[in-house]
Each structure stands twice: as C-alpha cells, then as structure tokens.
C-alpha cells in the first residue's frame, strides 16, 4: 500500500496544497509566503522522516492566522489520508527535543481522537509572526489528523528556540507513531480506532 496523499484547500483567505509520502526520505519543499512558517513546517517533515511538498499564500496583510491555521488543517488532512485506516501503525510515541537552552516534549496518539495540551508559553513576534498563532495550527493538526498530541515546553527562554524544539519533537513523534509495528490490524484493544 502506498502511504502518500494529496490535498488542496483554496479559500477566500488562503489557498493551500500538501502533497506527502510517509515512506519518503525526508525531502521537503514548503512555500507558503510565511518564513517562519516554512520554517517550522520543514522541520515536522525533515525530522519526521516524510517527503512533503506544501505550497500556498494567504491574506497575510491582513494576518497570518489563516494561514498558519489553514496549513495545521492541510498538514494534518494529508497526513491523515496517507495513513489511511492505521492498520500496523506503532500509534503511540513521544519525542524531546532540545534548541539551545530550550526543550520541548511533544507526545502524539494517532488514534483518530483529537486533542490537543498545548503547554508552550509563547507571546510576541518571531520574523512577522505573532507566536501566538501557532496554537492553532497545533489545534488544526490535532483535529485534522485525528490526533491527541500534548506540546510541553520544559525551559526556554528565546521565542524562536521554544517554537523550534516543539516542531522539531513534533516531526520525531510522528516519525516513531506512524512506523511499522503496532502488529497486524488496527492498533486499539476495541478493534477500531476514534
């Protein structure tokens, strides 16, 4: 079974597309028009082990929060579909990962019930972007994906660090949960996942 997807999402605000292949090797191309952005999602694929090719713009002279909400729910609709039904998935995985003087923890359940803990104290601008957006492309991968991932940053203190090391374990996570090893089948002692 191939484990890639397709997805596309134009909107009035944004206009996005996610094209990924779990059994890559890790080769990225994210163009959103959001540098940091780019920046972040880069490191979920790179350290994730997947391909991934994420194209898009949105209304950033308004904002950026469409588009960095829109792209957690284009990332995690691509993922999703390229999962498929889970079946021999590992599903359960956590990850640390250290930027300088930050640490983030980031523990992921792919079993299609989303939730999200997102303990990261972030206020004020990282490049052109108020940090706090990215609560919600967390919040839109966890729904999209059909995820529970918990984000803890244990210490930081500089923005684009914290930001960083939680993307960086965020793509590690992914990396162990979505690997061959849950066995034959759905991986849930009910016999379905959600």
Sequence with gaps: MSRSAE???NSKETRLSAKVALDGRGRVKVATGLAFLD???EQVARY???DLTFRGSGDVHV???HLVEDAGIVLGQALSQALGDRAGITRFASAYAPLDESLAR???DL???PYLSYNVPLRGR????ESEVLEEFWRALSIHLGATIHVDVIRGRNRHHVAEATFKALGLALRQAM?????PGVPSSKGLLG
């Design 7 to 9: 997805v596309t999402r």
């Design 39 to 41: 920046h972040m999602v």
């Design 48 to 50: 994730g082990g997947f």
């Design 63 to 65: 904002d950026t929060h």
């Design 106 to 108: 980031v523990v992921i």
């Design 111 to 113: 079993g299609k019930r």
């Design 126 to 129: 990282i490049g052109t972007m």
């Design 179 to 183: 690997a061959a090893g849950g066995g």
